[in-house]
């Protein structure tokens, strides 16, 4: 075939036409809802008179060859008069008639009919969530195997809305608690389908918060610390103790120290040295729910240590989100350009805009973003030299940031 008739509908571009109805969910989301998708008319390119005249040959074989493979679509023929060819019957439109033709054709019939009987199931067990499978039907058939048991769960819940308990003490055929945490996204937005209003938590929301948006047991989250100062130490005997709480029990001390320093580093948050009226607490990456719960923070001076990289101005930014008043420790771009030797490469920097930054923290977070010191530059915070710290703490007896 020449490279003319390729620019003329084909067998197989009449295959990748239903094919996008299939991956677009559209005729999957007929089944659910009912409406009629078919007959279906295909975007037919066709031969115009100049290339009947030029390539009269090609045009016979190409229609030879959609006439060849017409078993699952249907052809409407127009018979025209040419000036030089003279009577020929061509093809119009191309029709496919039904959902078998379509399935048929793009070999996607047995998906179809697993996908039907996950909808009769809904139907008949959880009519709520029919709406979910015609929004998502794709994503319901990688779920297929497991659908049974998320039907189980969601008919459950909605029985016992706000459980109190632990997800390890569910007892459901196929339930467990790896498949809840495998299946945690989709669950979620069932149970927001099928549950009253009432008994979801809104504010609690993504995966970390699963637990508390609807109503079962977490484990609790855990604050780790080390007080700096020998004279605040709130353990007998020793000096730099770890303590670790959880996040309740946190909440409720108020020890007198004036200063917090926050570093997501364990190295640096056991060898931070002792400081005056201090306590350093190992942080959590981007969660810092943990600690918002702790008001007694809010009065005190504290100092966020993180990577200088676009994420460590990232976490620096949520970090602010709950202590609108903290600041940053040994993040400037004095430091990043004193350990030059020690950069690295950020394997996928972020280029959202950070609106908590300070002016500084917003100079160099841009030229990060930007590439602008060079390609995707990081310098991870276990590379600062010791005494780049015990200067920052000496000076003026008040962190530097």
């Known amino acids: 075939m020449s490279t003319t008739t390729k620019e003329w509908t084909t067998p197989a571009d009449i295959r990748e036409q239903v094919l996008k109805q299939w991956n677009r969910g559209t005729l999957l989301s007929t089944m659910v809802e009912g409406r009629e998708l078919f007959p279906l008319r295909i975007t037919l390119r066709k031969p115009g008179s100049r290339e009947i005249t030029d390539r009269f040959a090609d045009v016979r074989n190409w229609i030879s060859g959609l006439r060849a493979s017409a078993v699952h679509y249907r052809i409407v023929w127009q018979t025209i008069n040419h000036r030089v060819r003279g009577s020929n019957t061509v093809p119009s439109e191309i029709w496919v008639d039904t959902m ?36 998502r039907p794709l994503r319901a058939l990688e779920h297929s195997e497991s659908w049974p048991a998320m039907l189980r769960l969601a008919d459950w819940l909605r029985h016992h809305p706000r459980p109190g308990v632990y997800l390890r003490q569910i ?11 495998q299946h945690r996204g989709t669950l979620s937005e069932l149970f927001d389908l ?32 080390r007080i700096l100062d020998p004279a605040l130490c709130i353990l007998p005997e020793g000096n730099g103790h770890e303590i670790t709480l959880t996040r309740d029990d946190f909440a409720r001390l108020n020890i007198p120290v004036e200063t917090v320093f926050i570093t997501e580093n364990e190295i640096n948050f056991l060898a931070f040295p002792p400081t005056p009226g201090a306590m350093v607490i190992f942080g959590a990456g981007y969660g810092f729910g943990n600690l918002a719960t702790a008001e007694w923070l809010q ?11 676009t994420h460590g101005f990232a976490i620096l930014n949520q970090f602010r989100h709950y202590f609108p008043h903290a600041s940053s420790f040994l993040m400037e771009r004095e430091t990043l350009l004193a350990h030059r030797r020690y950069w690295e490469r950020e394997p996928r920097p972020e280029t959202d805009p950070l609106p908590r930054l300070s002016e500084c923290e917003h100079s160099l977070y841009d030229d990060l973003r930007h590439n602008r010191l060079g390609d995707r530059i ?7 030299g010791y005494s780049k710290l015990l200067e920052a703490l000496e000076n003026s007896n008040s962190p530097s940031a």
């Open 100 to 135: 078998d033709d379509a399935l048929a054709l793009i070999g996607k019939r047995r998906a179809a009919d697993e996908f039907a009987s996950m909808v009769k199931r809904c139907r008949k067990e959880m009519p709520d969530l029919l709406p979910w499978l015609a929004r």
């Open 171 to 181: 007892e459901l055929p196929g339930v467990h608690s790896k498949f809840i945490e």
């Open 194 to 225: 099928s549950l009253p209003p009432g008994s979801i938590n809104e504010k609690a929301t993504g995966a970390t918060n699963f637990c508390q948006r609807y109503g079962f047991l977490d484990k609790p989250l855990r604050v780790r610390f």
């Open 299 to 309: 009065d005190k001076a504290l100092y966020y240590w993180g990577d200088i990289d």
């Open 378 to 384: 990081r310098l991870e915070q276990e590379k600062i």
